[in-house]
C-alpha cells in the first residue's frame, strides 16, 4: 500500500509559480514511478509529467519547459514546480504512484491549482 498527500496548490496570476508536493508513504518510496496528472473542470484526466524510479523524466507538450518534476527519496517526496503559469493549467492535481513492474497504481486526493488572468 502507498499512500500519498498532495500540497502546495493555490491561486496565482497569470506568469506565476507554484511548486506541489506529493508525501508518500507506506511502501519503499524509491521503487516506484512517481507521476503528476491533471483535471481541469470537464476534461478528462490528463498525464503533466512523470519521473521513474531510475530517475528519466517525461513532460506533456503543453508544460514542456515550464513545468519540472523532481523527486527526493530520502524524504518520500517527489515535487512539481511550475513556472510561466496560464489560466489553461488551472485543475485539480493528483499525485499517483506505481511500483516498477507491478500493475498496482495509487493517486493521492488532488490539490487545486488556479491561475488567472
Known amino acids: 500500500q502507498v499512500q500519498l498527500v498532495e500540497s502546495g496548490g493555490g491561486s496565482v496570476q497569470a506568469g506565476g509559480s507554484l511548486r506541489l508536493s506529493c508525501a508518500g508513504s507506506?511502501?519503499?518510496?524509491?521503487?516506484?514511478?512517481m507521476a503528476w496528472y491533471r483535471q481541469a473542470p470537464g476534461k478528462e484526466r490528463e498525464l503533466v509529467a512523470r519521473?521513474?524510479?531510475?530517475?528519466?523524466?517525461y513532460y506533456a507538450d503543453s508544460v514542456k519547459g515550464r513545468f519540472t518534476i523532481s523527486r527526493d527519496n530520502a524524504k518520500n517526496t517527489v515535487y512539481l514546480q511550475m513556472n510561466s503559469l496560464k489560466p489553461e493549467d488551472t485543475a485539480v492535481y493528483y499525485c499517483?504512484?506505481?511500483?516498477?513492474?507491478?500493475?498496482?497504481?495509487?493517486w493521492g486526493k488532488g490539490t487545486l491549482v488556479t491561475v488567472s488572468s
Open positions: 499517483h504512484a506505481q511500483g516498477v513492474g507491478s500493475p498496482l497504481y495509487y
Open positions: 519521473i521513474f524510479a531510475g530517475g528519466s523524466t
Open positions: 507506506g511502501s519503499i518510496f524509491s521503487l516506484n514511478h
